[in-house]
């Protein structure tokens, strides 16, 4: 893999602890969705770092002082359908506010390009931080699709794209497309095989969080 500036691969003892337990093929569909929300909590604590902020005045019981505290509405949640959906509520722990749209791109199983099928956004998301999750980066159609769509068809200049498993083709074709894009990636994986699956991987995981096949 090539190395980019505006890519982020995670090593933390708690985020690895925890992909352990997600690779596990006898992780149970409960497991497997409380796991992915944790991870992404973790890595949404620092992927949004740079948050805007503004200062408040609150009243402690001894005396006032000055805060900073989040900006109203500055941020949106763009899972990308379905797997993506897995991983609001980690993001919703630390913003719970945050409107969340969706986005929907199936990808063809003899090409592997990505098709859009669905698109529902909150109002004025140009003006917000926009932060895509995508729990497998595989070939990167999907992100790459979806990031396209906020940009040109909605004006998104915020942009950050999140995801649990990457493959390295997945990063870079994100990365040498999307530049001004920020990926955060808890592990880079080793390839992938020749349906465009993530190896060592997990498994499908929009199957793996809602019990299907």
Known sequence: MQKFENVT???HPLISHKIALLRDKNTDTKHFRELVEEITALMAYEALKDVPT????????????????????????VPILRAGLGMVNGVHMLFPTAKVGHIGIY???????????YCKLPENIKDKICIVLDPMLATGGSAKATI????????????????IIAAPEGVDAVAKDHKDVKIFVSALD???NEKGYILPGLGDAGDR?????
């Open 148 to 163: 396209d769509i906020l940009k040109k068809k909605y004006g998104c200049k915020k942009i950050k794209l999140m995801s």
């Open 190 to 192: 080793r390839q992938l």
């Open 54 to 77: 503004k200062k408040i005045v609150v009243e402690t019981p001894l005396e006032s002082c000055s805060q900073n505290v989040v900006v109203d509405d500055s941020i949106a949640i």
């Open 9 to 11: 691969i995670f090593n």
């Open 209 to 213: 969080l809602f019990g299907t096949k």
């Open 107 to 117: 990808r063809d199983e003899e090409s592997l390009l990505p098709n859009e099928y």
